[in-house]
């Protein structure tokens, strides 16, 4: 079984730098969807998994946060042209039959180990009971 865990974040990230910005004919953005897609359906298309899980980072506090006070300080907050893309890009997942999920205090890679190490002891159980 193939699982892909995806970091949301930073492909939603490098699609929204990457394209310059393209809108509907009522003016919504949409360079991100488009990018983020595109990216998702071709690596999709080459690894052919299983089960497709997405993660996106939450805008509160991580771990990380908390243990230094400096973290991400100097970063600029998400631009609402890309703010207002994601939650029509995770309906789209959800049409595409795609989980996404986001963990509480952790970042994307953190939750993203998390989810393949339970995927893996799910998997090794089901192994066993054969």
């Not at 009522?26 to 993660?55: H, M, Q, R, S």
């Not at 991580?62 to 600029?76: L, Q």
């Not at 205090?105 to 180990?113: G, I, N, R, W, Y």
């Amino acid at each position: 079984m193939k699982l892909l865990a995806v970091d949301g974040n930073s492909i939603l990230n490098r699609a929204f730098y990457g394209i310059k910005l393209l809108t509907t004919k009522e003016g919504f953005y949409t360079n991100a969807i488009y990018g983020f897609l595109k990216t998702l359906n071709k690596v999709i298309e080459d690894i052919n998994p299983n089960n497709v899980a997405v993660a996106f980072d939450l805008k509160a506090p991580t771990f990380r946060h908390k243990m230094y006070e400096g973290y991400k300080k100097s970063r600029k907050g998400m631009p609402t042209e890309l703010l207002e893309q994601l939650p029509v890009l995770k309906e789209l997942l959800g049409y595409m039959a795609v989980s996404y999920t986001h963990l509480r205090a952790h970042e994307t890679p953190e939750h993203l180990v998390c989810r393949l190490l339970l995927e893996k002891k799910k998997n090794k159980k089901k192994t066993k009971t054969k």
